[in-house]
């Protein structure tokens, strides 16, 4: 949230870290402020102190000030923190006014057109004659593939209803089979599937569990089946 609020992130890589994906950032941050452009986060390199006289003279100061913290207690210990705070930060005052940051102009959700669904999978077999099942593409075997389509089935499902002549509507048809039989012997997991679907919060889902299966299970824990075990237990 921190780093939401700062607008300084990897888009990318915060993308990866929330449970649903890029429509997370969207739900973090306020309704009124959607436009605002997250800012790419500023770190500063070996070759930016180099380029950088005043920047190599700050942090040339900043490394004196952090032996003489060793040597003060006190009302002294408390000023030099501060002044190494604040030295801190003109760090990146200072790289960004001679380097700055590109910054997109927009941000949006991708529109692009999506490419195939194609999908190969063959058994190889090791020296010892042990056979091992090999996949590439959009395979229901890669457990990181089931996960994506987890996250968007019913939307997916939607929107290829009808939509015979389309690879998603035999993905969805596929995958719904195979969400039966994987999880016929688990009915806890087969109702964390159907509330994450209809939207409930990790919290709500830690209490309905409870008063159905009198499992109690943390919010955590509820967020690492959904994103990790149930879909590799499915692509298994």
Not at 128 to 141: E, R
Not at 182 to 196: C, E, V
Not at 209 to 228: D, G, M
Request: charged share 25%.
């Amino acid at each position: 949230m921190a780093t939401i609020t700062k607008r300084e992130t990897s888009y990318e890589g915060l993308v990866g870290q929330l449970e649903n994906g890029e429509d997370g950032i969207y739900n973090l941050i306020a309704e009124n402020t959607k436009n605002i452009i997250l800012q790419p986060k500023v770190s500063i390199t070996k070759q930016d102190i180099e380029d950088i006289p005043f920047l190599k003279q700050l942090r040339d100061s900043i490394t004196r000030w952090e032996e003489l913290q060793k040597r003060v207690s006190g009302r002294d210990a408390f000023i030099v923190k501060r002044s190494l705070i604040e030295m801190r930060k003109d760090q990146y005052i200072i790289k960004n006014a001679f380097k700055p940051p590109i910054v997109f102009s927009q941000l949006t959700h991708n529109t692009a057109s999506p490419p195939p669904l194609d999908s190969e999978e063959w058994i190889e077999y090791d020296d010892a004659g042990n056979a091992c099942v090999k996949y590439s593409g959009i395979s229901l075997l890669d457990p990181q593939i089931v996960a994506e389509i987890l996250q968007v089935f019913p939307g997916l499902k939607a929107h290829s209803k009808g939509q015979y002549e389309k690879d998603s509507w035999y993905i969805v048809q596929d995958f719904e089979k195979l969400l039966d039989a994987a999880l016929a012997q688990y009915p806890m997991y087969r109702r964390i599937i159907q509330y994450k679907m209809d939207k409930y919060t990790n919290a709500e889902i830690q209490d309905f569990l409870q008063k159905e299966f009198h499992f109690t299970h943390s919010a955590e824990y509820i967020s690492s089946l959904w994103r990790n075990k149930i879909p590799k237990l499915i692509a298994q």
